[in-house]
């Protein structure tokens, strides 16, 4: 997993915490897969509610036991099949998607049983291929997204997107506001 580890520090803690800042409505930042990936640390650390939702798809790993060291009132870990038990902590929140969009069959479905539950603002990381070299994605992120398939998704969601510079030719991150 340590391949994964740049993801704890980006420019998105910034973005997530300047949203916190400005949004007053906006009361919990969700992470969905891996646990110790992305920025939750960061955002438990200021204070801010997290929680984490481990999936219910075989092609993700579990990590809640990478999560068995956060022991903060602010922290909740769930399984997916419990989401509709826990919707009270996904309305008005960040949901950030660590190279999860690429495992998912139907995405819109996907983030619209999110924003249906009140999400409002949605972090999309995923892998690309860089063009100037001969670098091949692994084979589970063969999905084709690029900026153009994720501003089809966005205008799909009725949604606003920005496309977010995380100083890496192996990423694609964008930010999915809800209107």
């Not at 300047?18 to 960061?42: D, M």
């Not at 929140?93 to 009140?118: A, C, E, Q, T």
């Amino acid at each position: 997993l340590s391949r994964y580890v740049g993801f704890r520090d980006t420019i998105i803690n910034q973005l997530i915490y300047n949203i916190f800042s400005k949004e007053k409505n906006i009361i919990n930042y969700i992470e969905y897969g891996c646990t110790s990936w992305g920025p939750i640390h960061y955002i438990i650390d200021k204070g801010f509610q997290c929680l984490s939702i481990i999936p219910l798809n075989h092609i993700f790993w579990d990590c809640s036991d990478h999560a068995s060291n956060i022991n903060a009132k602010n922290y909740k870990i769930i399984n997916e099949k419990f989401i509709k038990e826990n919707t009270i902590y996904i309305k008005n929140s960040i949901l950030n998607l660590i190279l999860v969009l690429d495992h998912i069959d139907n995405p819109y479905r996907f983030l619209m049983s999110f924003i249906k539950r009140g999400v409002k603002f949605i972090f999309i990381i995923l892998e690309k291929s860089n063009e100037d070299e001969d670098n091949d994605l692994p084979i589970q992120h063969l999905t084709g997204w690029n900026k153009t398939s994720l501003i089809h998704l966005a205008t799909k969601l009725k949604s606003n997107i920005e496309f977010i510079d995380l100083k890496s030719n192996l990423f694609l991150a964008a930010l999915i506001k809800i209107k």
